[in-house]
């Protein structure tokens, strides 16, 4: 695959898992750190909001590319349930007590929803009604329900970035609005605490420029995986002695 006409550069997978990397960091930072409701919290949440659509997306890139989606599955599956930890440490501020299974467990479901969908000759209500349930358990996991859906659509449209990237939009919209819609009910002056969540569409342009190649090396593919855990872990800590 080759980088779009009328892009002013090309990036890699690898280029834009660091990217998301760097967002995700930045984002935790700000929960951990910086109030909400100030303009340093809302810019740095922002950024921040980049990083899920960005991991969705290679998700559904993984599946296609990956040689053995058994071992791809099962490995998503270990890290969820260790990154569960790290995530309830980190969300607890740095106590020890479950709070939720955290952003690689929602990916390993929607991992099983293309698996599913794409994998499977089980008839389409089947298939469809494996997906609702699989969004139904992702309500305990970080970006609930979108961390299923965005992979799925992603996966599920691959080859027409058109209808990839109106499915991701119409999925964030909503997500969006819904926020923002809670935020007001709870509290109307405040209602713009959730602005933030808007971040996710400037995913769009980056995943534009993706030029369909790796980059960088065998043993990148696990920096994620680690690092997500780690820097929860290492937060978590923070946070209680600070």
């Not at 040689?67 to 607890?92: P, Q, T």
């Not at 089947?126 to 305990?140: G, H, P």
Request: proline share 5%; charged share 10%.
């Amino acid at each position: 695959m080759e980088n779009r006409p009328g892009m002013p550069f090309a990036l890699n997978a690898y280029q834009l898992k660091i990217l998301a990397i760097i967002a995700m960091l930045i984002d935790h930072i700000a929960w951990a750190f910086v109030p909400l409701n100030t303009i340093q919290g809302q810019a740095l949440h922002v950024i921040g909001r980049l990083t899920a659509p960005i991991m969705c997306y290679f998700l559904a890139e993984g599946f296609f590319y990956t040689r053995n989606l058994k071992k791809y599955i099962c490995r998503m599956g270990v890290f969820a349930l260790i990154s569960a930890a790290a995530f309830s440490f980190f969300e607890s501020g740095g106590h020890l007590r479950f709070v939720g299974m955290g952003m690689i467990y929602t990916l390993f479901l929607g991992l099983l929803a293309i698996t599913v969908r794409l994998r499977t000759n089980w008839p389409r209500p089947v298939q469809i009604t494996l997906v609702a349930i699989f969004c139904i358990f992702s309500l305990i996991g970080d970006w609930p329900v979108l961390g299923v859906l965005w992979p799925y659509y992603f996966a599920l449209y691959r080859g027409d970035r058109k209808k990839q990237f109106l499915a991701f939009a119409l999925a964030g919209a909503a997500e969006v609005v819904y926020f923002i819609r809670l935020m007001a009910l709870m509290q109307p002056s405040l209602w713009w605490l959730q602005a933030c969540q808007a971040g996710i569409f400037l995913a769009i342009p980056l995943l534009l420029c993706y030029d369909g190649t790796l980059g960088g090396h065998r043993g990148t593919k696990w920096l994620f995986y680690l690092f997500y855990p780690a820097h929860l872990f290492i937060l978590g800590i923070l946070q209680r002695i600070l």
